[in-house]
């Protein structure tokens, strides 16, 4: 059998309760598996690639504590969502890409179920990224205890990752609240999720000091990844940068590239625009991270919904498809002029997904050299964290930028 290595990284964020509110800046302000995977009737019979045999995969489960206290760090999370796929996308190993897929959870929060442990999975893994916004945008804090190993036992069991050693799995969990609250022990939880080969790395919202003694170091030990500390009153720092102006109006190109179809189509096209809405009242900056993110095929990916990216990964689709269900702009087309029509959006979204590429990269070293200008390049937050162990964990299972 072909020996495929895929990259499965769980990114679990438990955001810590009480007085860890991360401050955003300049910030202004249900289980959805079958909206994001669920095929609608008329594709259902369409067999898509089955990823594990096609792709490199990269999964990202983002577990937030919603008790109270926690909007400074939903909206932390909101501010570098983008960041954080934007570092995911640079990754390759042996020169290729893998795909993205990404969960959101909640925790902790007294309106969830206490048979739950307080636990909810808001979204499964899926590629639509703009759901995974649109659910982070839309969380609330309420009350509530956290239980982080609740959480790990949960989130090793209830998500379905690569199985074998080939695979590369991260968990990150992060909080203030002691690390062995729960009838769950940290210990145990782990453990088992180290039989998965999944690293466990560990960010205390406060003191380094506290964070060992409140035993979050000892779950990263146990869990062989990182141990860091985070000021959580440290506020996001947005750099304006001349290629911004131009990368904006490039995701306003990309965005007419997409072509709904099927009953999900038109609401998941408006909800495009809305997400682009939502990064924008974080800042101007953190739009064009968004950008960044929508034109990486690998991460950003629409099947359920746009004909585009559905033909590029079921090339049989426009012939089972019928016609009534295809964006109105083809209803009527043959079947040839449909084809034609497809893959000249497909080659225009090529082009600006290319241009963006090369302006990110330049975005990116205006970005770096200003902080280090500024002395902000060593700044400790929710993102700085979780990149630089990206980088470096990635690196010792040879995946590189």
Same mark, same amino acid.
């Given at each position: 059998?072909?020996?495929?290595?895929?990259?499965?990284?769980?990114? +679990?964020?438990?955001?810590?309760?009480?007085?860890?509110?991360?401050?955003?800046?300049?910030?202004?302000?249900?289980?959805?598996?079958?909206?994001?995977?669920?095929?609608?009737?008329?594709?259902?019979?369409?067999?898509?690639?089955?990823?594990?045999?096609?792709?490199?995969?990269?999964?990202?489960?983002?577990?937030?504590?919603?008790?109270?206290?926690?909007?400074?760090?939903?909206?932390?999370?909101?501010?570098?969502?983008?960041?954080?796929?934007?570092?995911?996308?640079?990754?390759?190993?042996?020169?290729?890409?893998?795909?993205?897929?990404?969960?959101?959870?909640?925790?902790?929060?007294?309106?969830?179920?206490?048979?739950?442990?307080?636990?909810?999975?808001?979204?499964?893994?899926?590629?639509?990224?703009?759901?995974?916004?649109?659910?982070?945008?839309?969380?609330?804090?309420?009350?509530?205890?956290?239980?982080?190993?609740?959480?790990?036992?949960?989130?090793?069991?209830?998500?379905?990752?690569?199985?074998?050693?080939?695979?590369?799995?991260?968990?990150?969990?992060?909080?203030?609240?002691?690390?062995?609250?729960?009838?769950?022990?940290?210990?145990?939880?782990?453990?088992?999720?180290?039989?998965?080969? +999944?690293?466990?790395?560990?960010?205390?919202?406060?003191?380094?000091?506290?964070?060992?003694?409140?035993?979050?170091?000892?779950?990263?030990?146990?869990?062989?990844?990182?141990?860091?500390?985070?000021?959580?009153?440290?506020?996001?720092?947005?750099?304006?940068?001349?290629?911004?102006?131009?990368?904006?109006?490039?995701?306003?190109?990309?965005?007419?590239?997409?072509?709904?179809?099927?009953?999900?189509?038109?609401?998941?096209?408006?909800?495009?625009?809305?997400?682009?809405?939502?990064?924008?009242?974080?800042?101007?900056?953190?739009?064009?991270?968004?950008?960044?993110?929508?034109?990486?095929?690998?991460?950003?990916?629409?099947?359920?919904?746009?004909?585009?990216?559905?033909?590029?990964?079921?090339?049989?689709?426009?012939?089972?498809?019928?016609?009534?269900?295809?964006?109105?702009?083809?209803?009527?087309?043959?079947?040839?002029?449909?084809?034609?029509?497809?893959?000249?959006?497909?080659?225009?979204?090529?082009? +600006?997904?290319?241009?963006?590429?090369?302006?990110?990269?330049?975005?990116?070293?205006?970005?770096?050299?200003?902080?280090?200008?500024?002395?902000?390049?060593?700044?400790?937050?929710?993102?700085?964290?979780?990149?630089?162990? +990206?980088?470096?964990?990635?690196?010792?299972?040879?995946?590189?930028?």
């Amino acid at each position: 059998m072909k020996t495929l290595f895929s990259l499965s990284w769980i990114l +679990i964020l438990a955001f810590g309760s009480m007085n860890c509110g991360l401050n955003a800046g300049t910030s202004k302000g249900e289980n959805s598996e079958a909206q994001a995977n669920v095929l609608t009737p008329l594709t259902a019979s369409a067999t898509l690639p089955n990823p594990s045999e096609s792709s490199k995969n990269i999964q990202v489960a983002l577990l937030l504590d919603t008790s109270n206290s926690m909007d400074g760090l939903i909206e932390q999370a909101k501010s570098r969502l983008w960041n954080i796929v934007n570092t995911l996308t640079t990754l390759k190993y042996n020169g290729k890409s893998p795909e993205i897929s990404i969960s959101l959870y909640e925790y902790g929060n007294d309106g969830l179920s206490e048979n739950s442990g307080y636990i909810r999975q808001v979204t499964t893994l899926t590629q639509d990224l703009d759901l995974i916004s649109e659910k982070l945008f839309a969380l609330r804090t309420n009350g509530g205890n956290e239980y982080c190993g609740a959480v790990i036992s949960e989130a090793n069991q209830a998500l379905k990752w690569e199985d074998g050693s080939a695979s590369m799995k991260l968990m990150y969990i992060a909080g203030n609240e002691p690390f062995d609250q729960g009838s769950t022990h940290y210990k145990e939880a782990i453990s088992d999720a180290r039989k998965k080969d +999944i690293y466990i790395n560990t960010i205390f919202c406060g003191l380094r000091d506290e964070g060992v003694r409140t035993h979050w170091k000892s779950g990263a030990e146990i869990g062989e990844g990182k141990y860091f500390n985070i000021n959580p009153d440290n506020k996001v720092r947005y750099i304006e940068t001349p290629y911004d102006a131009r990368i904006d109006e490039l995701n306003m190109d990309l965005n007419n590239t997409y072509y709904g179809y099927g009953a999900l189509g038109n609401a998941k096209k408006e909800n495009q625009l809305l997400q682009d809405t939502n990064a924008s009242s974080i800042s101007e900056s953190n739009k064009v991270n968004r950008a960044i993110s929508k034109s990486k095929a690998n991460a950003y990916s629409n099947e359920t919904w746009d004909v585009v990216d559905r033909v590029r990964k079921d090339n049989e689709f426009l012939r089972q498809a019928a016609d009534s269900e295809l964006p109105e702009e083809m209803q009527g087309m043959t079947l040839e002029e449909k084809e034609a029509f497809v893959a000249e959006k497909a080659k225009e979204r090529k082009a +600006i997904q290319k241009e963006m590429e090369a302006l990110a990269g330049k975005r990116q070293k205006y970005i770096d050299k200003a902080m280090k200008a500024s002395g902000d390049a060593a700044v400790d937050d929710l993102g700085k964290a979780i990149e630089t162990s +990206i980088v470096e964990l990635g690196a010792l299972n040879g995946f590189r930028k």
